[in-house]
């Protein structure tokens, strides 16, 4: 069967997230994206993970479901058109040490397959630091050691380097990171299931680096609150269960590409130092000495210009490799309709547009990819028919993203 995965996401035990995160929120809004699966999030916080266990059950091999009242007074609510998918068990570890001579800090993504397993890992992990303090722990642990660490508590575990290229908290960031996966993971290498593109990039510029094609790119959405869920996501056709997941990332067969935003969107895409108001391009960046020509501190480096520092392989062949696995380009539906309206994307217009849309014609990333341009017009009107439409032909213009701060869509600009 073919389904979308979402499972980087947080809980409302994670700093800076939302008070509506709970499971059944997860589930609603799961189902109004059009998600099969959706990660937990904060499995190693010990409030979140008594409320997962109340509140989930066991169902396929390896994945879990709403439990009844729950479920039932959710589905109540959702229209016809929408069903809720099934959850995952996930966790984002923030590694943050030292490693030849230098201070590191790297985000990973657990996925395990039951309880059991999260028990076992989770008792392994407290003996090295806090993990109440915060749903996205922080540790004094090498990546190295933390792979093998998830191996040992469950052999099925899945690690994947979360948002590999942004400058702070990345396995291959210009602020912390490293040079190359095997100076991060040594040994442990082999149990990198996939690596995570991160919203300021996408296949194509992960595939400028040789060195990472043997590994399947996935995406997700890193979501801070509900509604942000989808707004990238990975896409299966196999069975349903952790294990055709985890075989699928192994390349094995089942994998059937990325749903991505368009990376300019992304908060790191570009150079610059937001305080100041600077967004240089890479090249902008060399002629600056790698300093704000405001102020004199160093600028923080984007993701395209780290990619470029390391990349072995031209855009346009980069580009042909990452086509044949496959990846699309989306804009969010909640812009979509605001540009198309001419108000902000999180107004009340904007809401009610998305919801009469999604009870007619089905979940968001149904109507982002499939739903033909007259079904959207005679649910909405002409000039958001007019939007997906432009969004699908890449007739997007996008103000780029830098230093934190996310990049601004036209839609219909881009015509002039």
């Known amino acids: 069967m073919r389904f979308a995965i979402d ?12 008070r509506d995160l709970n499971p059944e929120n997860l589930y609603r809004w799961s189902a109004l994206k059009g998600l099969g699966v959706v990660g937990t999030g904060d499995f190693t916080h010990p409030a979140w993970l008594a409320e997962l266990r109340e509140k989930l059950a066991p169902a396929e091999p390896g994945l879990l479901g709403l439990k009844d009242p729950w479920r039932s007074e959710v589905e109540a609510e959702l229209p016809g058109s929408c069903h809720g998918g099934r959850f995952l068990l996930t966790t ?3 590694s943050i040490y030292k490693k030849a001579g230098r201070s590191r800090k790297v985000h990973n993504l657990v996925a395990l397959p039951d309880f059991a397993a999260v028990e076992t890992l989770n008792r392994r992990l407290g003996a090295i630091g806090n993990l109440a303090g915060d749903g996205r722990p922080i540790l004094k642990l090498d990546c190295r050691d933390l792979a093998a660490i998830c191996l040992e508590s469950c052999p099925e575990a899945i690690l994947i380097p979360a ?11 210009a602020r912390s990171g490293f040079d190359s996966l095997e100076e991060c993971f040594e040994d442990m290498l082999p149990s990198v299931a996939a690596i995570e593109s991160g919203l300021s990039a996408d296949p194509a510029m992960v595939r400028r680096v040789r060195a990472l094609d043997r590994f399947a790119v ?11 869920l989808g707004r990238e996501a990975t ?65 923080t480096t984007g993701v395209v210009n780290r990619i470029g520092e390391l990349a072995d392989r031209p855009v346009a062949a980069a580009a042909a ?22 108000v902000g994307a999180r107004s009340k217009r904007v809401r009610r547009v998305c919801d009469a849309l999604v009870a007619e014609l089905g979940p968001e990333l149904e109507i982002l990819r499939h739903a033909a341009p007259g079904a959207i017009e005679r649910c909405s009107d002409d000039r958001v028919a007019q939007g997906i439409t432009r969004m699908r032909s890449g007739r997007v213009e996008i103000t780029p993203g830098y230093d934190g701060e996310y990049g601004q869509v036209e839609l219909f600009e881009a015509d002039g």
């Open 321 to 342: 490799v990452a086509a044949r696995d496959g990846y699309e380009r989306l804009v969010p539906l909640p812009e979509v309709v605001g540009e198309a309206l001419r």
């Open 163 to 173: 948002h590999i290229w942004t400058p702070h908290f990345s396995a291959l960031g």
């Open 218 to 228: 996935v995406s997700n959405s890193d979501a801070h609150s509900p509604q942000m």
């Open 235 to 299: 896409c299966f056709d196999t069975e349903l269960s952790f294990f055709a997941i985890r075989s699928a990332l192994q390349r094995h067969g089942g994998l059937a590409g990325t749903l991505e935003m368009y990376p300019e969107e992304g908060k790191y895409h570009l150079d610059g130092h937001r305080k100041c108001g600077v967004r240089f391009t890479p090249e902008q960046t060399r002629a600056a000495a790698g300093r704000c020509p405001a102020c004199g501190r160093q600028l």
């Open 92 to 94: 984002e570890i923030s």
């Open 7 to 18: 499972i980087h996401l947080h809980s409302r035990y994670a700093y800076a997230t939302s």
